[in-house]
């Protein structure tokens, strides 16, 4: 159940306040104790709050023995695990066993995480269905969610093939007797037909022919993902598609 917190004081601490009070402990001792200054009527104040939250904890207990989540309810607790990552906080917030949380992430079909690994068998995938840049999705070689950033497909690859050659002067750089080299004295660039400047025509070359090593191989697109790390870190990394789940 959720920590409860009476006055700055922690539930533990509580806890053992409300043992030594049940042990003729005195007042004072509890008082220290619990670090605060010695007030008999603050400290009944403290234990009789205490003994109100955990009676009204047991009620929301008992009240949720039975319950049955609504369809809202449900999106909310699909919601609440992907923000915490555990069913245990989320069956807390909702006074229930984590067994009803699991429950309702197998019928949303929600990736759940184990402590090795991350639980998928329980979802259809639909891998004709590709996944949009921007779209928040999970991974399962990550065990997070990420956003999509690129798509790599045959529409992509048409794109970078569609374009024009522009050649830049390097004046900085003496010819010599060689003449002229491609890197030093100039560079090739390849402009798209959209006047986005792709980078250099070497680069845009040897990037088609990776995404089209992939797609052959995997018989698929793949996609340039954003993933957030534990310490809240974020970076690019790469993914086929079907280790992407829709969320």
């Not at 400047?197 to 797609?215: D, F, H, P």
Request: glycine share 6%.
């Amino acid at each position: 159940m959720p920590n409860i917190i009476i006055d700055g004081i922690d539930e533990a601490d509580l806890r053992v306040a409300v043992w030594m009070s049940n042990q003729g402990k005195t007042k004072k001792s509890i008082c220290d104790f619990l670090k605060i200054k010695y007030n008999t009527a603050r400290l009944a104040k403290i234990l009789d709050q205490f003994q109100a939250a955990l009676d009204r904890q047991a009620e929301l207990k008992k009240a949720a023995r039975g319950k049955k989540f609504t369809d809202e309810e449900k999106e909310l607790i699909v919601k609440r695990y992907l923000e915490l990552g555990s069913m245990a906080k989320v069956a807390e917030e909702y006074y229930v066993s984590s067994v009803k949380i699991k429950n309702v992430l197998i019928e949303k079909q929600v990736p759940i995480k184990s402590r090795k690994t991350v639980l998928v068998d329980h979802i259809q995938q639909d891998l004709d269905q590709p996944f949009e840049v921007g779209e928040i999705v999970f991974s399962k070689l990550h065990k997070t969610r990420c956003v999509i950033k690129q798509k790599y497909d045959e529409s992509h690859v048409e794109r970078l093939k569609e374009g024009s050659i522009k050649t830049i002067d390097n004046p900085h750089v003496k010819v010599g007797e060689e003449g002229e080299l491609e890197g030093i004295h100039y560079n090739v660039y390849w402009i798209l037909d959209d006047g986005t400047n792709a980078g250099l025509l070497t680069g845009v070359q040897s990037t088609i022919k990776s995404i089209e090593r992939n797609l052959a191989q995997e018989g698929q697109e793949f996609y340039k993902i954003m993933v957030q790390g534990a310490d809240g870190e974020e970076y690019y990394a790469f993914s086929k598609r079907g280790d992407l789940y829709k969320v």
